[in-house]
């Protein structure tokens, strides 16, 4: 089953390459929408303030109010989710960062000069002042690289974290599907039981680490545990503070859908106070 994670610049016609493949090969296509309706709901708080955060235009009170860790936990688990049921193309929200170890998972940037973007923003804003959209996508685009840096600690520009970039500006829209297309029928992106192991695995540990966020991170030492996930097996290493009992947390884990064994490598240390 087909996954496409991509990555579109604003004003760059992204949505109508991934609208053209998805009606050409059947797939579902995840915008920013759905996924901001869907943490919202958890995070309990409304998709426009999720949006705002984003986007680096979040009231004060809302910035203290979302946690950007748990935002980024929450952010991953349900583009995980979407990615594991196949057949589906993720836009935006690191999609392309987050599934970059996944063999089957193509990896798209649809990109355009300055001056393409501008044009498109302004019929589609209906705004004629060139300083005004550029300054808008330029905020855009800054907002995007401050969040995808914060949670992958990669420039989303660089070409080679991508398995094609297509240039809007110079690629017709047809022409640019018939080029997604043709990867999809290549073979060379076809799941394998692997590739399908090593999603499913990446869907695991971010559900475990959204329990260990919940249980063990108030705790003195514990928040900087590792997790790694091997076909269902969890391994959590790490030093955890000796009034910390990971008895509960583990059999959490255990309930974790696609969970099959725990390895606890964790080490207890006694913490104390004062002087």
């Given at each position: 089953?087909?996954?496409?994670?991509?990555?579109?610049?604003?004003?760059?016609?992204?949505?109508?390459?991934?609208?053209?493949?998805?009606?050409?090969?059947?797939?579902?296509?995840?915008?920013?929408?759905l996924v901001e309706r869907h943490?919202?709901?958890?995070?309990?708080?409304?998709?426009?303030?999720?949006?705002?955060?984003?986007?680096?235009?979040?009231?004060?009170?809302?910035?203290?109010?979302?946690?950007?860790?748990?935002?980024?936990?929450?952010?991953?688990?349900?583009?995980?989710?979407?990615?594991?049921?196949?057949?589906?193309l993720i836009r935006g929200w690191g999609?392309?960062?987050?599934?970059?170890?996944?063999?089957?998972?193509?990896?798209?940037?649809?990109?355009?000069?300055?001056?393409?973007?501008?044009?498109?923003?302004?019929?589609?804003?209906?705004?004629?002042?060139?300083?005004?959209?550029?300054?808008?996508?330029?905020?855009?685009?800054?907002?995007?690289?401050?969040?995808?840096?914060?949670?992958?600690?990669?420039?989303?520009?660089?070409?080679?974290?991508?398995?094609?970039?297509?240039?809007?500006?110079?690629?017709?829209?047809?022409?640019?599907?018939?080029?997604?297309?043709?990867?999809?029928?290549?073979?060379?992106?076809?799941?394998?039981?692997?590739?399908?192991?090593?999603?499913?695995?990446?869907?695991?540990?971010?559900?475990?680490?959204?329990?260990?966020?919940?249980?063990?991170?108030?705790?003195?030492?514990?928040?900087?545990?590792?997790?790694?996930?091997?076909?269902?097996?969890?391994?959590?290493?790490?030093?955890?503070?000796?009034?910390?009992?990971?008895?509960?947390?583990?059999?959490?884990?255990?309930?974790?859908?696609?969970?099959?064994?725990?390895?606890?490598?964790?080490?207890?240390?006694?913490?104390?106070?004062?002087?």
């Amino acid at each position: 089953m087909t996954v496409i994670a991509m990555t579109r610049e604003m004003g760059t016609m992204g949505k109508d390459v991934a609208a053209g493949i998805a009606d050409r090969v059947g797939m579902e296509v995840v915008h920013h929408e759905l996924v901001e309706r869907h943490v919202a709901d958890r995070m309990k708080t409304t998709e426009s303030a999720v949006h705002r955060f984003l986007e680096g235009e979040a009231s004060m009170w809302e910035r203290w109010k979302i946690d950007p860790k748990r935002l980024s936990r929450f952010t991953a688990e349900e583009v995980l989710e979407r990615a594991v049921r196949g057949k589906v193309l993720i836009r935006g929200w690191g999609a392309a960062q987050l599934l970059r170890d996944v063999p089957h998972v193509i990896r798209v940037r649809v990109c355009a000069p300055m001056s393409h973007r501008i044009r498109e923003m302004k019929q589609r804003l209906g705004v004629e002042n060139d300083d005004v959209v550029r300054r808008e996508i330029e905020r855009n685009d800054a907002a995007h690289s401050r969040a995808v840096e914060r949670q992958f600690n990669v420039d989303w520009r660089d070409a080679t974290g991508y398995d094609i970039v297509i240039n809007t500006g110079r690629v017709p829209i047809d022409a640019g599907v018939a080029m997604l297309q043709q990867l999809i029928t290549c073979g060379a992106f076809e799941p394998t039981e692997e590739s399908r192991s090593a999603l499913k695995d990446k869907l695991v540990e971010a559900r475990v680490r959204m329990v260990l966020d919940d249980e063990v991170a108030d705790s003195p030492i514990g928040s900087g545990l590792s997790v790694t996930v091997h076909q269902g097996q969890v391994t959590i290493d790490g030093v955890v503070s000796t009034r910390a009992s990971l008895k509960e947390v583990i059999a959490k884990i255990h309930s974790i859908e696609g969970v099959r064994g725990v390895s606890n490598q964790t080490v207890s240390v006694t913490v104390g106070y004062g002087p």
